[in-house]
C-alpha cells in the first residue's frame, strides 16, 4: 500500500509516522509519500524522524517531495492536512473578525469561511491531479474546515471516494469509556451534526443508554472533563455538546475572553510554532537529534495545555480520566482517527467511525448530498452511514443555517464570486450583520493578498 499526506511539513507529521509504524504489519504499508509546497520545512521535519525511518524495524520507504505528481502517482490512501497561507494565515483569519466584534475561530468563527474558501480551489486541484494518477485512491480529507472541504469534493468532482475526519468525537469517546471504566469499542455514541458542530444523544454501553446518568453526574459537577460548558447547560440541552459549540452557546463570552486575553488561539500558535522551528533549525545546524526531539515534546506539552485556554478562560479538567486515556487524547489524535479509517477500508476488520460523510438519509431534514459528521460502519472498500433519524429543531436548525453558509462559500469559491462570498459571511450564525459582513470580507481580500480568490 502506498499511503501519500497532503502537508506532510506539518508539525503533527512526526505523531503520524509514529503511528503508522505501530500498525506498519496490519496496514501493509510500502511506501509513504510526504509532500509539501515548503521544502525547508519538509526536510526539518524529515530530519526530526529520520530516527523512526532509518530504524530496522520500519520495513517502508518514506519519501519527501515538492512535487504533487510524484508524492500522488499510484497512491491507495490520500491524506490531506494542508494550510493554505500556513499558520500566518490563521493568525489573520481569527484577527480581523475580532477587529469587527466578531469570532474569527480558524473553523466555527468567520475564520473557517476565509479558510475554507482559500483551501476549496486547491483540493479541488488535488483531487483533478488524483483522477488521473491515482484514481482509485481513498481521499481521507483532515485539512479545515474538514466538512466543508469534504463537501466540496463530492459536489464540485463527483468523487464518491472521500471522507472528512476530526478526531473531536473520537476525544469524546475515549473521554467516556474512561468514565464508564469501559473499553472504547464497548462504547457506542448516538453522535450526530457536523464537523465542530455535533451533539451527542444517546449513550450505549451494556445494552442500555447511559447519558441520563451522564446528565445527572454533570449536573451535580462543577466541570465536565475535557468539555468547556456550564454544567448546566448540559443539563438542560439534554445532549453532551462538542466543545465547538462553545462558540455558539457562549458567543460573547468566547469573543470577550480572547480579547481579554490579547492574543487569539492562531497568534498564540503562530508564536509557539515559530518558536519550536527556530529551535529545530538550530539543534538541526549543530546535528543536536536529542535537542531537536527535546524542542519538539516542549513544543506538544505547550500546544496541548494552552488549548481553549483563552476562549474559555480555564484549562481542560481531566483530572478523573486515566493516565492511559489521556495519553491517547494528547497524542494520538487525528493519526489514530485516520489509520483507524484506513485499517477499516483495507478489511482489517470492520468498524464504527464517526466521519463526515454524505447524509444518504441519515438525519431527517438535512439533503441527501450535506456532508454530515455522523457514526459510520466502515468496511473493506465501503462506508456507510448509520441512521440517526429526528433530530431536536434546535439543532436541526443550527446545522442547516451553517450548512447553507458552507454551500455558498464553496459557491463564492469555484465561482469566484464576491457577491456570494459577502452573502455567506452574512448569514453565518456569528456573523449576522450584512454590513459587518462586507467589511470582514474586504480586510480578507486585502490581508490575504496571494492566497484569497479573486473575487469579482
Not at 49 to 74: G, H, N
Not at 429 to 455: C, M, N, T, W
Request: proline share 5%; hydrophobic share 40%.
Amino acid at each position: 500500500m502506498k499511503l501519500t499526506i497532503i502537508g506532510g511539513a506539518g508539525l503533527r507529521t512526526p505523531i503520524l509516522i509514529k503511528a503508522i509504524l505501530a500498525r506498519q504489519d496490519r496496514l501493509d504499508i510500502h511506501e509513504l509519500a510526504l509532500m509539501d509546497i515548503d521544502e525547508e520545512k519538509l526536510q526539518l521535519i524529515g530530519a526530526l524522524t529520520s530516527p523512526l525511518e532509518k530504524s530496522l524495524d520500519t520495513k517502508f520507504c518514506v519519501i519527501r517531495t515538492i512535487d504533487p505528481v510524484t508524492a500522488l502517482k499510484d497512491a491507495d490512501f490520500v491524506i490531506t492536512t494542508f494550510r493554505v497561507g500556513g499558520i500566518e494565515s490563521r493568525a489573520i483569519d481569527e484577527r480581523v473578525p475580532l477587529n469587527h466584534g466578531m469570532l474569527g475561530q480558524e473553523t466555527t468563527g468567520a475564520g473557517g469561511f476565509a479558510m475554507g474558501i482559500r483551501s476549496i480551489p486547491v483540493i479541488l486541484d488535488y483531487v483533478k491531479l488524483m483522477k488521473s494518477v491515482c484514481p482509485n485512491a481513498w481521499l481521507v480529507n483532515f485539512a479545515n474546515p474538514a466538512g466543508m472541504l469534504t463537501e466540496a469534493v463530492i459536489r464540485q468532482t463527483g468523487w464518491s471516494r472521500v471522507v472528512g475526519i476530526c478526531d473531536g468525537p473520537s476525544s469524546m469517546h475515549l473521554v467516556i469509556a474512561s468514565l464508564l471504566g469501559a473499553k472504547p469499542e464497548e462504547i457506542y455514541l448516538d453522535y450526530y451534526g457536523l464537523n465542530h458542530l455535533g451533539w451527542i444523544k444517546r449513550i450505549f454501553f451494556q445494552e442500555r443508554d447511559y447519558l441520563p446518568e451522564f446528565l445527572e453526574l454533570i449536573k451535580s459537577s462543577k466541570s465536565i472533563p475535557g468539555l468547556p460548558f456550564d454544567p448546566q447547560l448540559v443539563f438542560n440541552l439534554g445532549m453532551i455538546p462538542n466543545e465547538y459549540l462553545y462558540y455558539y452557546y457562549c458567543a460573547t463570552q468566547s469573543v470577550s475572553n480572547i480579547l481579554n486575553a490579547g492574543e487569539s488561539r492562531g497568534e498564540q500558535i503562530e508564536r509557539i510554532n515559530n518558536k519550536l522551528l527556530l529551535g529545530l533549525k538550530e539543534n538541526y545546524e549543530v546535528h543536536d537529534l536529542i535537542g531537536m526531539q527535546t524542542a519538539y515534546i516542549t513544543y506538544l506539552a505547550e500546544r496541548g495545555d494552552s488549548y481553549m485556554v483563552a476562549e474559555t478562560g480555564k484549562s481542560h479538567d481531566f483530572s478523573s480520566l486515566t493516565p492511559s486515556t489521556i495519553e491517547s487524547i494528547s497524542h494520538e489524535g487525528y493519526a489514530g482517527v485516520a489509520l483507524d479509517l484506513i485499517e477499516g477500508l483495507i478489511g482489517t476488520k470492520p468498524i464504527v467511525q464517526i466521519l463526515n460523510v454524505p447524509n444518504g438519509g441519515a438525519i431527517t431534514g438535512m439533503h441527501e448530498l450535506d456532508v454530515v459528521e455522523i457514526p459510520s460502519l466502515v468496511i473493506k472498500d465501503q462506508i456507510h452511514p448509520i441512521a440517526i433519524g429526528d433530530v431536536s429543531a434546535h439543532s436541526l436548525g443550527l446545522m442547516k443555517q451553517v450548512k447553507s453558509f458552507e454551500e455558498l462559500t464553496i459557491e463564492a469559491a469555484v465561482k469566484n464570486s464576491y457577491q456570494k462570498a459577502h452573502l455567506a459571511l452574512t448569514i453565518h450564525p456569528l456573523v449576522q450583520d450584512f454590513k459587518i459582513a462586507g467589511l470582514i470580507l474586504d480586510d480578507y481580500i486585502s490581508r490575504h493578498q496571494g492566497f484569497f480568490p479573486e473575487l469579482s
